[in-house]
């Protein structure tokens, strides 16, 4: 098979997507993007160490994209493009998604991914969320909430392992695999990981964000516990 990168957002879904890909077609990098005020991922707040930590105990590379505190729209697809580009001069010709279901973001991830000759793969696709939520919990993946919505879940669901105890006390209403982000995780351990990806359970702080609220914990990398500026 052609050589494939991994869009790495570090929690569940896409070391679910990794899992499946390990045994026969595993990814050559993982990359993810870091805002360069905070030090942390764009989306849920974690900072860089943990994500190099996940890497290394993956054993893969992982390429961090550095953006601007509050790029827009343009500078981050420009950013996010010209990484493409130099996959394909690399002679990677896929990558991977962990998407779901959200028909939205795969288009535009397959429109950015149109002029650049490199295909996406979707190894998740269409699933069931709630068969996809057993199947994480029994495949091994461990994983952290690091972030939720305001509106859909209290703050005490931070730092709660993802396992069939938090399946079984999410409201109804909330999707199994947080495919409407609802709250998002971390990955500390699962299949492909050589050795556990330590950590301590930091601050917690709500955000307004756009029109919303979110929740955030901040997850420390063990031994750096004194390190506790807290937020995304």
């Known amino acids: 098979m052609p050589p494939s990168a991994l869009a790495w957002s570090g929690g569940k879904d896409a070391a679910y997507a990794l899992s499946v890909r390990l045994e026969d077609d595993p ?101 069931d969320t709630a068969r996809v939520a057993r199947s994480i919990v029994d495949a091994g993946v461990e994983a952290v909430v690091v972030a939720a919505d305001a509106e859909a879940l209290e703050r005490s669901v931070l730092g709660r392992r993802y396992d069939e105890s938090f399946l079984a006390d999410l409201p109804p209403e909330v999707d199994p695999c947080g495919e409407n982000g609802e709250f998002h995780t971390f990955v500390v351990d699962g299949p492909g990981f050589e050795r556990p990806v330590g950590f301590e359970v930091g601050e917690t702080v709500t955000r307004t964000i756009g029109d919303g609220e979110f929740h955030f914990v901040d997850l420390l990398p063990d031994g750096v516990a004194d390190r506790r500026d807290a937020g995304p």
Not at 53 to 77: F, H, V
């Open 27 to 127: 990814p050559v990098e993982l990359f993810t993007t870091i805002n360069t005020e905070h030090d942390r991922s764009t989306m849920h707040g974690v900072r860089r160490e943990l994500y190099e930590r996940q890497a290394a105990a993956l054993d893969l590379p992982i390429t961090l994209l550095e953006l601007p505190p509050e790029p827009g729209n343009d500078e981050y697809e420009r950013i996010v493009e010209a990484h493409l580009q130099r996959y394909a001069e690399r002679g990677i010709q896929r990558v991977v998604f962990g998407d779901l279901q959200l028909e939205d973001v795969r288009a535009y991830r397959e429109e950015r991914l149109a002029d650049t000759g490199i295909d996406g793969e979707w190894p998740i696709w269409g699933r």
